[in-house]
């Protein structure tokens, strides 16, 4: 039971214009919402979250923005660089939970900034 | 500052052979998380500890899993008698516990140790 959903696989953005990655879940109770970016053969890095009581959260050129009405949440990359090039995850979590905040994550979207 | 250790990188064994993994979270990091991953797909939740205490185990770690974090610093999972379905990316990862006026902590992950059976 897939509770979070990135429903592409992937994206293809020239570099310098904005990368819009989206992300959908379907339990209603979560309140703790991440992206990750990873490149091959690494770990999961963590970029940037964002509380339920809030509806955008800024780190330079990421920006997630949280619509709990829709249970969507997308991150934006502005200006795309080359390097950004990753699969990125979307996650979420409860942090009322007996299991401590563990995360349940997207399918991941391949994102590739060409030149 | 150093990351979140797994070691070995890489496991390629037969099955029917016991394996096991280990993780040396971020020093001040009280909790510690296993995951899994397959290709394709995003990481699953395995397990977590709280200091020393396993507090939660999902219903993917069947009894031929185990996982232990016995001074509350590095952890081993072990898996018995490993299949064909076990063959997959195991990742690490591990946060503090929000303080005060912090909702949450993120999760920091290694780079993992990827199962081969063969």
């Known amino acids: 039971d897939q509770q979070v959903k990135q429903n592409s696989p992937s994206l293809s953005v020239q570099e310098g214009r904005i990368s819009i990655l989206n992300c959908d879940y379907t339990?209603?109770?979560?309140?703790?919402f991440l992206w990750y970016k990873k490149y091959p053969a690494e770990g999961p890095t963590f970029l940037i979250s964002i509380s339920s009581i809030k509806d955008k959260n800024e780190d330079g050129r990421f920006t997630v923005f949280l619509n709990k009405s829709a249970k969507h949440l997308s991150l934006h990359i502005v200006p795309s660089q080359p390097g950004d090039s990753a699969v990125y995850f979307c996650a979420a979590s409860l942090v009322n939970s007996n299991s401590g905040y563990a995360l349940n994550f997207g399918k991941g979207t391949s994102l590739l900034v060409t030149p | 500052d150093t990351g979140v250790s797994q070691n070995p990188r890489h496991k390629i064994t037969k099955r029917g052979q016991n394996v096991t993994f280990r993780c040396d979270p971020i020093?001040?990091?009280?909790?510690l998380y296993w995951y899994r991953q397959t290709l394709g797909q995003g990481p699953e939740f395995l397990t977590y500890?709280?200091?020393?205490?396993?507090?939660?185990k999902s219903r993917l770690l069947s009894d031929r899993f185990s996982a232990e974090r016995p001074k509350g610093s590095f952890s081993t999972l072990e898996i018995q008698r490993t299949e064909q379905g076990d063959s997959a990316m195991y990742l690490c990862?591990?946060?503090?516990?929000?303080?005060?006026?912090?909702?949450?902590?993120?999760?920091?992950f290694g780079d993992g140790t990827r199962l081969s059976i063969l």
């Open positions: 500890f709280q200091n020393e205490a396993q507090l939660e």
């Open positions: 339990n209603s109770m979560f309140d703790y």
């Open positions: 990862a591990s946060s503090l516990i929000p303080g005060q006026g912090a909702r949450s902590q993120p999760q920091h």
């Open positions: 020093s001040e990091h009280n909790r």
